[in-house]
């Protein structure tokens, strides 16, 4: 037993692979002492753990002497790895593997350099909202490795954050064609485009002047919601765009209707979204 690698029970399994998964990756040797092809890979990742030294942490479980842990987790046959990222349960695999390929699964768990200091800027700005500054420690991971699309979708987001949208633009751009269908670049763009439309120089009192003297007046409506939105009063802004939709559905074409969807795709879960969503099916129809 090494400083990277211990016997772990029922007893202690939430704080020793739950609670420990959460700072760094933990590997599960499901084994018994019976098992063939357990003797074999137990030393391989043994060896694994100290070579790594203290990228992973690896908690041997025999599963005769803890048989509802292993039937909490699905173990079926022996031996069985199981890995934790985060308190949760991410990968696995079972047999006794190669060292080659063992080493590929326990390289697909632990973060490169790039992405440690990623998931360190999203904890720092979490706490301080330094927005800048956090899009300066990107950039150096981004440096690190260029292909972690995943920094560039944080920095697109802090862009927005700062009001930068044509910069934040040209880093959705530049994402592969399978990463740019993942809904959080669906929504990051959807922000964007509700950002701009709105214009700069627009007096929402006027457009409401406009609106309260020609409730047909579906321009000042469509340019008052966009202000409306800009300020974050989300139901008024539906209200003005569901009305466009029961006067006109395809004004300035289908305008409204598709700022409701981009709104929605922004909001996600919020309540907000699931009620006016009936009230623009029942307009539609």
């Known amino acids: 037993m090494s400083a990277f690698s211990m016997d772990v029970s029922a007893a202690d399994f939430e704080q020793a692979v739950i609670e420990a998964s959460k700072t760094v990756p933990v590997v ?4 018994a002492e019976w098992c063939g092809p357990c003797r074999a890979l137990k030393p391989v990742l043994e060896k694994l753990a100290v070579e790594y030294a203290g990228k992973f942490r ?3 479980i025999n599963s005769d002497e803890n048989q509802p842990l292993a039937q909490r987790y699905g173990v079926r046959g022996i031996p069985n790895v199981k890995a934790f990222v985060d308190g949760e ?24 350099p790039a992405e440690k200091l990623r998931l360190e800027t999203l904890r720092e700005y979490a706490e301080l909202q330094d927005a800048e500054r956090a899009l300066r420690m990107l950039a150096h991971a981004s440096e690190l490795d260029p292909a972690n699309e995943a920094v560039r979708l944080d920095s697109a987001q802090l862009l927005i954050t700062l009001n930068r949208h044509d910069e934040a633009a040209q ?17 990051l763009q959807a922000r964007i485009a509700l950002s701009t439309s709105a214009g700069g120089g627009v007096d929402a009192d006027e457009l409401a002047a406009r609106i309260e003297h020609n409730a047909g007046d579906l321009e000042a409506r469509l340019q008052l919601a966009r202000v409306l939105i800009t300020r974050h009063q989300y139901a008024p802004a539906c209200d003005h765009l569901l009305e466009i939709v029961r006067r006109d559905r395809k004004f300035n074409d289908d305008a409204a209707r598709k700022t409701l969807l981009q709104l929605f795709s922004v909001l996600g879960d919020d309540p907000l979204v699931s009620a006016y969503r009936r009230k623009l099916a029942s307009a539609l129809n």
């Not at 599960?28 to 084994?31: K, S, Y």
């Not at 880093?171 to 929504?187: G, H, P």
Request: net charge negative.
């Open 28 to 31: 599960v040797d499901f084994w």
């Open 58 to 60: 690896l908690a041997k």
């Open 89 to 112: 349960l991410v990968d696995e695999f079972s047999g006794a593997l190669p060292e080659s390929q063992v080493r590929q699964f326990l390289d697909k768990l632990i973060p490169s």
């Open 171 to 187: 880093v959705l751009a530049s994402l592969s064609e399978l990463t740019k269908l993942d809904e959080r670049v669906k929504t």
